[in-house]
């Protein structure tokens, strides 16, 4: 069996590996350049981990979907920034702030195509695409849901969690069954590894929305509250709306909406906010439940148990990351 950081050096060889084109060169350079940014690679490296737990293998096939449902997830990096008019990614410029929106969506739509090549070259491709394309709509899907929610002054925490298991959850829930598709599992436990990863990928989501609030800076290497100076819909913003109630929610609803006040300012009054709600605990608990609901089912996936140790840990560090 391979570990985590195993299937990542061996990913990190193959995207070094990569080609593209050379002409024209402001559309294949941004694509480069967003792919070698850095990033957890944890889609891809899971979707492999998922293989071997069947195989005890890893083959270039295998290597080369990973790398597929990787180019995807760049390809959303990307036009995430084009929409969010960002600068910086991972401490460096946004391929948007480097070449331009026009080139950025290009090399997106480039990287796109580039990722469902890659899925084709598998040998029961039509599967694998079948499980690929479906998350590549709810992950379009999540991003609308997300820009809606953005004119809405309050959502539910049913909302919440549908775009965000859409927007977060669905490409991670996805590589995972494409591991076990690759691999030619069983049909229950391709469901089994889909549904282990889809909680673990809205659990992620939920540390990202706390770590943004409450993580250490030094650690977390950039300022925190960035989610509460743009007024996002985070999990800690929507069960704060629903915990509070009168005059008080309408006074954080008002505190979120505005456009006016300092960052830090606005930042210091919502996690008073946040405070009074409980809702870093409110947090912590269905964070806690989703990491149960994802164990117990790959508790049932039909392998020795040894073979889900390396699962087990991947699990249990994204949701105990700092950073």
């Excluded at 943004?212 to 300022?223: H, L, P, R, T």
């Excluded at 505005?258 to 606005?266: C, I, M, N, R, T």
Aim: glycine letters at 4%; hydrophobic letters at 45%; proline letters at 3%.
């Amino acid at each position: 069996m391979h570990s985590f950081s195993s299937l990542s050096e061996r990913l990190a060889r193959a995207i070094d590996s990569l080609t593209f084109p050379q002409s024209p060169a402001l559309l294949y350079q941004p694509m480069r350049y967003a792919l070698l940014s850095g990033g957890k690679r944890v889609r891809p490296a899971l979707l492999l981990l998922c293989a071997d737990m069947f195989l005890q293998k890893v083959e270039q096939e295998h290597v080369d979907v990973s790398l597929g449902v990787e180019l995807f997830h760049c390809f959303t990096l990307i036009h995430d920034d084009v929409m969010d008019k960002a600068d910086l990614r991972r401490g460096h410029p946004t391929v948007v702030k480097k070449w331009g929106i026009n080139t950025a969506i290009l090399s997106g739509d480039a990287m796109l195509i580039e990722a469902y090549k890659l899925v084709c070259r598998a040998a029961n491709a039509n599967a694998l695409l079948a499980a690929f394309s479906k998350a590549a709509t709810d992950v379009c899907e999540g991003q609308q849901l997300d820009v809606d929610f953005e004119e809405q002054p309050a959502i539910t925490e049913e909302q919440y969690f549908v775009m965000v298991g859409k927007k977060t959850a669905a490409l991670l829930a996805a590589a995972a069954a494409m591991g076990a598709i690759a691999a030619e599992a069983p049909a229950a436990d391709v469901q089994r590894l889909y549904d282990f990863a889809y909680s673990l990928g809205v659990a992620f989501q939920l540390r990202d929305d706390y770590l943004d609030v409450y993580a250490d800076v030094a650690e977390f290497g950039k300022v925190t509250g960035g989610d509460i100076a743009a007024g996002k819909k985070t999990f800690l913003f929507v069960s704060t709306a629903a915990a509070l109630s009168g005059q008080e929610r309408d006074e954080f609803l008002q505190l979120m909406q505005s456009g006016h006040l300092p960052a830090d300012e606005k930042v210091r009054r919502a996690k008073n906010f946040y405070a009074k709600a409980n809702a870093a605990q409110r947090l912590k608990d269905a964070e806690s439940k989703l990491l149960d609901a994802a164990m117990q089912n790959l508790a049932l996936v039909n392998v020795p148990h040894e073979r889900k140790e390396h699962l087990e840990r991947l699990a249990l560090t994204l949701l105990q990351r700092t950073k």
